[in-house]
């Protein structure tokens, strides 16, 4: 049902970690839906002036298809721009995954909306 | 990949080679021929409904020989509907889905369906059940041992009830055949299957009490008795009954012990909590809850390393929906995605359990240090 490439990056995810002193976080999910995605972001200014995900990670409670695509949305947002970041959209982590069974796409835009609130959070704070 | 080691033996086994060979050797006649190698097929026949028969105390004529499981809940389920003017059955939220989706069917055919709730530990209630009849009710159908958790019901004591108040009574025993003292002393309907059993897939039985008016779902041929036409399975049959003469007493009690001893070493692992009783358990059923993990995950780094397993969680469901069975036990979501189900065989061995307990502390360990819900 998955691809090997999905199934080995589920056994190893490369960034699939708790985060000390984030940036922001972003939490979505709950146990009804059997899916819980939580990332760690981690912001820098560069030297241009703009804000960049320096470092990035997440914590999931979830099936293959969760923890593989949370963790290709890490690499793919991992140094990006925030702006850049939040135009990441679950076509992209699916395109970076391969091939995902229909009916576990809904675990990619979970990840996604994760981040969104992570960067969200992140601006919030800064306003404040 | 080193070996496999297959604990899914509640959604089929392997073949045993006896039963194999004897499948090789069964004659290839129709048993419905008039010649000598079609007496050779019905000789066969008729022995391997000796077999099944006696297996379960009822007399050959009250065995039919069917496709399978599925058919078989559905011949005696619609069967009966359609043979019958009353329009109430009664069942139970743990049924497997060949019971639960044939009711639903009926309802949408004005008939009623009460569905039971259980215990905690997946056992009706005898006084719900009772209370359920009405004088409209003409079936109590309700599964013996139950697939997901192990539960076995009291037989007996349904069969009780349902003779009390003149209710034919049908159970589902796919998965305690052979496995428990099944008998046709305490029900008018048993589904029976091969390949639960060492079997081969495709086979499977009914036994009909004498006198109970069935209406067959296949019209043709008019074979076995007219209930369910179609050239006769005569190879599978043959293999279904040396299947059932070799399973032995001995290999419950060996299943059994390793079930027991599986559970209290998963036990020891922190937040987990054991589906379905301790005691009235289906002889190779495990199923456990693993808090803070999802079973889809747990089950895919135990398939990568060899050990085939099945979950209740609604990730690895085509419907995404959790298993109706643990959450008919409790309306508890994660209890139901963090389930997984390993099912015994006598081909299990203990270093195979010893080897998958030490795989599950590791997975369940490392899972738990990505899960966002807690930190243990």
């Known amino acids: 049902m998955y691809s090997k490439k999905v199934l080995q990056r589920f056994q190893k995810p490369k960034f699939a970690k708790k985060m000390k002193d984030p940036s922001s976080k972003g939490k979505v999910g709950n146990t009804k839906c059997g899916d819980i995605m939580e990332i760690f972001i981690k912001v820098k200014t560069d030297k241009n002036g703009d804000e960049i995900i320096k470092d990035i990670s997440f914590l999931t409670y979830g099936c293959v298809a969760a923890i593989a ?27 970076k995954m391969g091939s995902v069974p229909a009916i576990k796409l809904h675990c990619s835009v979970l990840a996604q909306k994760a981040l969104k609130e992570a960067i969200e959070e992140y601006k919030n704070k800064k306003e404040k | 990949m080193a070996k496999t080691i297959y604990l899914d033996n509640g959604a089929t086994t392997a073949l045993d080679p006896k039963v194999d060979e004897t499948i090789k050797n069964a004659p290839y006649g129709n048993p419905a021929s008039t010649h000598s190698i079609g007496i050779e097929a019905k000789r066969a026949l008729e022995e391997a409904r000796h077999v099944i028969a006696k297996s379960i105390k009822a007399k050959d004529n009250e065995i039919i020989f069917t496709s399978g499981g599925t058919e078989s809940n559905n011949l005696a389920i619609k069967g009966l509907a359609f043979a019958d003017n009353k329009k109430h059955i009664i069942t139970t939220k743990i049924e497997h889905n060949c019971v639960l989706n044939a009711c639903k069917w009926l309802e949408t055919q004005e008939f009623k369906v009460t569905y039971l709730d259980t215990d905690k530990e997946g056992f009706i209630s005898l006084e719900e059940l009772e209370k359920a009849i009405t004088e409209d009710t003409f079936l109590v159908s309700i599964i013996h041992g139950n697939n997901e958790i192990g539960t076995i019901q009291d037989l007996k004591q349904i069969y009780n009830i349902c003779k009390k108040h003149n209710v034919i009574f049908h159970t589902d025993a796919c998965q305690s055949y052979t496995k428990t003292d099944l008998s046709a002393k305490h029900a008018d309907l048993i ?49 279904f009954a040396k299947a ?106 203990k270093e195979d359990i010893d080897y998958t307990l030490a795989e599950i502390k590791k997975t369940v360990k490392k899972l738990r240090r990505l899960s966002p819900l807690a930190r243990v």
């Open chain 2, 191 to 239: 589904t029976l299957n091969a390949h639960k059993i060492h079997g081969p897939k495709g086979v499977g039985a009914l036994y009909i009490r004498k006198g109970i008016k069935i209406t067959p779902l296949a019209h043709g041929g008019n074979h076995e008795e007219g209930l369910r036409s179609g050239t006769v399975n005569v190879p599978g049959i043959v293999g």
């Open chain 2, 244 to 349: 059932v003469q070799i399973a032995k007493k001995r290999h419950v009690r060996y299943m059994a012990k390793l079930r027991d001893y599986m559970i209290k070493e998963i036990l020891k692992i922190p937040k987990t909590q054991l589906n379905g009783p301790e005691k009235n358990r289906l002889c190779n059923n495990i199923n456990i809850s693993f808090r803070y993990i999802e079973g889809e995950s747990l089950g895919s780094f135990l398939d990568a390393k060899g050990i085939c397993t099945s979950t209740g969680s609604a990730c690895s469901s085509h419907s995404l929906e959790p298993s109706h069975v643990l959450m008919a036990l409790e309306d508890n979501h994660e209890r139901a995605h963090g389930s997984i189900r390993f099912t015994l065989s006598k081909y299990t061995k």
């Open chain 1, 69 to 95: 695509s949370t963790d290709y949305l890490c690499e793919i947002a991992k140094g990006k721009t925030l702006e850049k970041a939040l135009k990441i959209t679950s076509k992209d982590v699916v395109k």
